[in-house]
């Protein structure tokens, strides 16, 4: 059994040598376009290979599948091969040759033409056998032999004494490009090739924050951060769909075109659709409502994607534990992405009262009950907006102090402070007069208690009574008189103190008088008396007649003037003193007889 599979294998690799032995080769050369010459295109938007050879049976092929069409004319040894106007390899192949290359990769233009003469190539590159590795990058590519089909090997790969020739060799590997090489093996030389063959597909990461499914044309293909990368995991060159999907985030949906070769990294930041709420409350612990439903109570922190909130607009209201403080309501609108914190500063909507009184002791009831703490001067709170006060003082004369009744309404958050005051069963009295400066007394009439000491011009609070008033003023009579009291209203007492005797003021007046007259008519007199004597005096120095004359007139005339004002001093004096004494007396009686009759007429 094992002598038959030793011959086996002998015998292939035998046959493999000597068809490799008898494969020709071509030989391919680019000629110019003949003159003279005019072909009709059959494929206008075509471009066109012109090939002469005599070889039969010659076929073409395009790694691009370019070729629209490919005719021979027998008769004129040509080959016409009409290809589209993209970057292409083209191949020739027949029976026993090894398959060669129309030249390098070439683009033509529609209506273009390139002529090519394909003969048998005539011997071989050299006597011998020779050697050579074979590699690729990357490496694992499959190498066939054009013209042996038995022949599978994958690079790196030495050929190891092969007959000194030009090999056609066709390299392939999963996710790059076939690539068609002519190698050479040159007699008794050991030598390296390396190929880079070119990836036929495109690698693709995806990124995204927070974590994403990604879905390419509708299909999921997993979980961010996910990679398309290598020959077996990328993607073949072209377009595709893409989506990035997490929910309660919007959607990212794209198109993106790959070329063979690309490596695109896609990151992507997802818009969230939710906000995050954070709210609070002074005092805490209040119920928040949004659109009438419980959220819970404050504080509360809804923040991340599991708790947060939908965005959209919110009928928000805020209730206090305690029904004393504001109730707040808002319209608030949530935007995706937004972080939503507040807090709410409940008003303190309490009614708090006190009372201030003067008079003390007192009795407080409030809505009928009583309260101690407002009788101290304490401040209580009040569970309702209306409430009755009454305040009743319960110390001495208790009778003469009415109740104090009040109807209070108090606003949300007030603090007030009520101030009593006991204004019944008083009367204002006004004690009234022509004279300023009266010294006043007003004492009660039983127990003789001064209830007042002043002056005139004075109001003074009285309970109901009868009392005594007493009037002084210097050179007045005292006044002692009774009022009676009986009337919560304003009342008015006047008074005017009687004159005292006149005589030393009306004798000191006419001294004065008198003094002043004779002394104004003395002095006149004096100076008379002193004007003659200096005219008599001139009189006796005269030196001419004319001036004598005149100075003894002179000095006659002041002296009649003398002797008639000695005696108007005395006539005068008399006259003056009396007139201006009793002119004062008279308006001073005539003032007193209207005040008597208008205080009688009152009395």
């Known amino acids: 059994m094992k002598r038959t599979k030793y011959f086996l294998t002998a015998f292939v690799l035998l046959f493999t040598a000597l068809l490799s032995a008898q494969l020709k080769e071509f030989e391919v050369k680019e000629s110019t376009a003949p003159a003279g010459i005019a072909l009709v295109m059959d494929h206008p938007d075509c471009a066109q290979l012109v090939i002469h050879s005599q070889i039969v049976g010659l076929r073409f092929e395009s790694n691009m599948a370019g070729i629209r069409e490919q005719r021979h004319l027998p008769r004129e040894d040509k080959y016409l091969v009409f290809i589209t106007p993209v970057r292409q390899i083209i191949t020739v192949k027949a029976n ?19 002529y090519f003469v394909i003969n048998e190539r005539i011997g071989v590159v050299g006597s011998g056998k020779g050697s050579i590795t074979l590699d690729s990058v990357p490496s694992g590519a499959l190498i066939q032999i054009d013209g042996l089909p038995s022949f599978r090997e994958r690079t790196p790969y030495r050929f190891r004494d ?26 008794d030389q050991e030598g390296n090739e390396t190929l880079n063959l070119k990836a036929n597909f495109a690698e693709l990461v995806f990124t995204s924050t927070p974590k994403a499914r ?13 990679s398309f990368e290598g020959a077996q995991n990328g993607l073949k060159a072209g377009e595709y769909n893409i989506s990035i999907e997490r929910a309660r985030y919007k959607r990212i949906e794209e198109k993106i075109s790959l070329l063979a070769g690309d490596k695109e990294v896609k990151r992507y930041n997802l818009e969230p659709l939710f906000a995050e709420v954070v709210i609070n409350s002074n005092p805490q612990g209040s119920a928040v409502y949004l659109n009438n439903s419980l959220l819970g109570r404050t504080p509360i922190e809804l923040i991340g994607e599991d708790k947060a909130l939908e965005s959209g607009e919110y009928d928000l209201r805020v209730e206090p534990e305690n029904s ?38 007192v009795e407080a009831f409030l809505n009928g009950e009583r309260n101690r703490l407002l009788e101290q001067g304490r401040e209580i709170l009040m569970t309702d ?68 000491k002043g002056k005139s011009d004075s109001t003074i609070d009285l309970f109901p009574g009868t009392y005594t008033v007493s009037a002084k003023k210097s050179n007045f009579h005292n006044l002692n008189t009774e009022i009676v009291v009986n009337s919560e209203a304003t009342q008015l007492f006047e008074f005017n103190p009687k004159f005292k005797s006149e005589k030393p003021k009306k004798a000191m007046t006419e ?16 100076f008379s008396w002193y004007l003659a004597e200096q005219n008599y005096t001139d009189y006796q120095a005269a030196v001419s007649v004319s001036e004598v004359e005149r100075l003894r007139n002179a000095t006659q005339k002041w002296d009649k003037a003398a002797q008639y004002l000695s005696v108007a001093e005395v006539a005068a004096t008399a006259w003056l003193t009396r007139g201006v004494v009793n002119f004062i007396q008279i308006k001073k009686l005539e003032k007193e007889v209207k005040r008597i009759q208008r205080f009688d007429s009152r009395s």
């Open 385 to 452: 907006e209306r409430a009755s006060l009454k305040v009743v003082f319960t110390g001495k004369d208790r009778d003469k102090y009415p109740p104090y009744n009040k109807e209070l309404r108090l606003l949300g958050g007030e603090h007030h402070e009520e101030a009593v005051v006991f204004n019944a069963f008083r009367a204002h009295l006004d004690l009234r007069s022509d004279f300023h400066d009266v010294k006043l007394q007003v004492r009660e009439k039983e127990s003789g208690k001064r209830v007042f």
């Open 162 to 187: 092969y007959l000194a020739m030009n090999y056609a060799l066709t390299l392939s590997l999963e996710g790059y490009d076939e690539v068609h090489y002519q190698l050479q093996i040159l007699p």
């Open 511 to 526: 001294l004065l008088a008198s003094s002043g007259t004779f002394a104004a008519l003395s002095g006149a007199t004096i």
């Open 324 to 361: 004393g403080f504001s109730i707040l309501e808002r319209r608030i609108k949530l935007e995706p992405g937004d972080v939503f914190s507040q807090t709410f500063e409940h008003s303190d909507q309490r009614r708090w009262l006190k009372i201030s009184v003067k008079e003390q002791p």
């Open 96 to 114: 026993g040759f090894i398959e060669n290359q129309l030249g390098a990769a070439f683009e033509l233009n529609a209506k273009e033409r390139k």
């Open 214 to 226: 990604v879905f390419i044309n509708g299909k999921d293909k997993g979980e961010t951060p996910l």
